[in-house]
């Protein structure tokens, strides 16, 4: 499996929230299979969007798209820092 870590500021999280859960169709389609959304300690508008993708390329494909930048701008995305991973292990303690 391969993973996505996006760590970004949203001018007001209820807002970005919405935006999120109204592209999980087009997310799905992608090829995000698995979400997690996070947020910072002491920081609610300081939010972590961790993802597992069927491919690395096809979340590159799907973040860098024209069509993201706009549903970005209109979630109040600040600087997104995309890191793409790609799982050595795995396991449960």
Do not use: C
């Amino acid at each position: 499996m391969q993973y996505v870590l996006i760590i970004h500021e949203v001018e007001d999280y209820k807002s970005w929230k919405k935006v999120f859960d109204n592209a999980a169709d087009i997310r799905k389609q992608a090829g995000e299979r698995t979400y997690q959304v996070l947020k910072y300690e002491n920081n609610p508008n300081k939010v972590v969007h961790f993802s597992a993708w069927i491919l690395i390329d096809a979340a590159k494909h799907f973040f860098e798209s024209p069509k993201l930048v706009e549903i970005r701008k209109e979630a109040g995305v600040k600087s997104p820092e995309f890191i793409y991973l790609d799982q050595l292990e795995s396991g449960i303690l």
